[in-house]
């Protein structure tokens, strides 16, 4: 998580450095496509690296991950322009730390909750959330650390630097990050079958199609927040940067600001805290519950505190808000379609299909939310240059949380009912399944299980006299 959506996270400060010298003429929806670009990979190939996860393929995934991630970061320091003065080729950058940097991406992040979830099936939320503050974590190291060594080595070492330290931990993830043992894998009967990498039983599912629409929204809206920032903080007067300003008249202002990357950094410091708490109580409270709180919060924060931010004590307060509500908005996907999983598979032959299945439904939910995080960037760039205002990426981004909120609310309704409670189905069913174990051990043949009337007839079938009969 630390080299996918964490180095998404810090994009914001890379495009601060474009816009003011390498790509300074780039219009801003153009900056924003990089960004979504990695955004765009991240999830659209998330359905087939979660279904090779479930068919137990793992070192395959996290092995192409680990080669182009840092290979594309090592070569985007080859593709810029070495002067601080110089022209970059929009192209090169976008290619490298786009395209092949989001490759690499995709291949981490289902992997990442999904391998985590597998070992703790009780506190399944609190597990993903600690995952997922890889990203916040990775979202206060890479801009602090670029910012730094910029001054220090120039923008191409800086980067280098960033690369060495993302192979690193690349490889640290690939030897070991495992999944529990007793997962079930799933291979299909054919890769080339269309319901190997789409569940039909998922498209049934009512809760599973509203929270995904729901995901979408949030992609939507999300990730311009992040993009737009430092950008937002050097017009309106609160942080400064170096290098040409972006084409808005700046605000003048009173107060000493302070340097941009700052305010980005709080944001994702914030993040980490918002992940681990509000991941804990959704243990407590449901995934699902407290995914819909936290993105309705969010959506007030943009709305009012974002807007209406006239000091910068005022954006330094949305930053840390936002960032804690911002941190399980963004890292409880995984643990509410875990959710959803667990209430829909409660009898005796399907009950495992919540763990067996999750890389799927995740990785389908994210997939479908890849258009609108292309797209959501990219059309509040074009906004604040049609615009030239900010107000417009505000508008945009709490809208599309409200929405998102609305719809994870219609999820929550259609969640499937539970006969009992959820722990004493478990234990049913782990009993049950002892019997089983018990009853083969002493059976000359197989165990037979009858279903008709409400009931479930257990037993041996025997060979007596040519004929068989059941001994129930």
């Keep these: 998580m630390f080299n996918s959506w964490?180095?998404?996270?810090?994009?914001?400060?890379?495009?601060?450095?474009?816009?003011?010298?390498?790509?300074?003429?780039?219009?801003?929806?153009?900056?924003?496509?990089?960004?979504?670009?990695?955004?765009?990979?991240?999830l659209l190939l998330s359905a087939p690296m979660g279904r090779l996860l479930d068919a137990g393929h793992?070192?395959?995934?996290?092995?192409?991950?680990?080669?182009?991630?840092?290979?594309?970061?090592?070569?985007?320091?080859?593709?810029?322009?070495?002067?601080?003065?110089?022209?970059?080729?929009?192209?090169?950058?976008?290619?490298?730390?786009?395209?092949?940097?989001?490759?690499?991406?995709?291949?981490?992040f289902v992997a990442s909750s999904q391998i985590a979830a597998t070992w703790f099936p009780d506190h399944r939320a609190?597990?993903?959330?600690?995952?997922?503050?890889?990203?916040?974590?990775?979202?206060?190291?890479?801009?602090?650390?670029?910012?730094?060594?910029?001054?220090?080595?120039?923008?191409?070492?800086?980067?280098?630097?960033?690369a060495g330290l993302v192979t690193i931990t690349s490889l640290f993830s690939f030897i070991f990050a495992t999944p529990n043992p007793a997962k079930?894998?799933?291979?299909?009967?054919?890769?080339?079958?269309?319901?190997?990498?789409?569940?039909?039983?998922?498209?049934r599912n009512k809760s599973f199609c509203w929270f995904t629409v729901a995901v979408a929204f949030l992609f939507f809206g999300f990730y311009p927040v992040f993009f737009n920032l430092e950008e937002w903080a050097a017009v309106s007067g609160f942080g400064?940067?170096?290098?040409?300003?972006?084409?808005?008249?700046?605000?003048?202002?009173?107060?000493?600001?302070?340097k941009t990357f700052w305010l980005l950094t709080i944001m994702n410091g914030a993040s980490t805290i918002g992940r681990l708490t509000m991941s804990a109580f959704g243990d407590k409270t449901g995934p699902l519950n407290m995914h819909y709180v936290a993105t309705a919060i969010s959506s007030l924060l943009i709305l009012i505190?974002?807007?209406?931010?006239?000091?910068?004590?005022?954006?330094?307060?949305?930053?840390?808000?936002?960032?804690?509500?911002?941190?399980a908005v963004i890292g409880l996907p995984p643990a509410s379609i875990s959710n959803i999983l667990k209430h829909s598979y409660v009898t005796f032959d399907t009950i495992d299909f919540k763990t067996s299945k999750l890389g799927q439904w995740t990785g389908m939910m994210y997939t479908f939310a890849a258009i609108p995080s292309l797209a959501g960037p990219i059309i509040a760039g074009h906004l604040v240059s049609r615009y030239e205002t900010y107000i417009t990426v505000q508008m945009w981004a709490g809208i599309n949380l409200a929405l998102s909120a609305v719809c994870m609310f219609v999820a929550r309704l259609y969640l499937?009912?539970?006969?009992?409670?959820?722990?004493?189905?478990?234990?049913?069913?782990?009993?049950?399944?002892?019997?089983?174990?018990?009853?083969?051990?002493?059976?000359?043949?197989?165990?037979?299980?009858?279903?008709?009337?409400?009931?479930?007839?257990?037993?041996c079938g025997e060979k007596v006299g040519g004929e068989g009969r059941s001994v129930v």
């Design 6 to 42: 964490g180095l998404v996270n810090a994009y914001g400060t890379f495009s601060s450095y474009y816009v003011g010298h390498s790509l300074k003429s780039v219009d801003q929806l153009e900056l924003n496509l990089i960004g979504s670009t990695e955004s765009l990979f991240v």
């Design 416 to 459: 499937p009912g539970l006969p009992v409670d959820y722990a004493d189905v478990e234990r049913a069913v782990k009993m049950e399944r002892k019997r089983l174990g018990e009853l083969r051990a002493g059976c000359d043949s197989e165990v037979t299980v009858e279903e008709g009337s409400g009931e479930r007839r257990v037993g």
């Design 305 to 327: 505190l974002w807007t209406l931010a006239r000091s910068l004590a005022s954006a330094l307060a949305f930053c840390i808000l936002f960032g804690m509500t911002s941190g």
């Design 126 to 162: 609190l597990a993903v959330g600690v995952v997922a503050c890889g990203a916040s974590i990775a979202g206060v190291v890479y801009p602090t650390m670029l910012r730094y060594l910029i001054d220090a080595l120039g923008f191409n070492n800086a980067v280098r630097c960033v």
């Design 58 to 108: 793992f070192r395959f995934v996290l092995g192409g991950g680990a080669f182009l991630v840092p290979f594309g970061m090592f070569m985007l320091s080859v593709a810029h322009p070495n002067s601080e003065d110089g022209v970059g080729n929009f192209g090169s950058i976008w290619s490298t730390q786009g395209l092949v940097v989001g490759l690499g991406m995709a291949c981490y």
């Design 240 to 258: 400064v940067r170096d290098g040409q300003t972006v084409p808005i008249k700046p605000q003048t202002s009173t107060m000493n600001p302070l």
């Design 184 to 203: 079930e894998k799933r291979s299909p009967k054919s890769y080339l079958a269309l319901d190997t990498w789409i569940d039909p039983e998922a498209i």
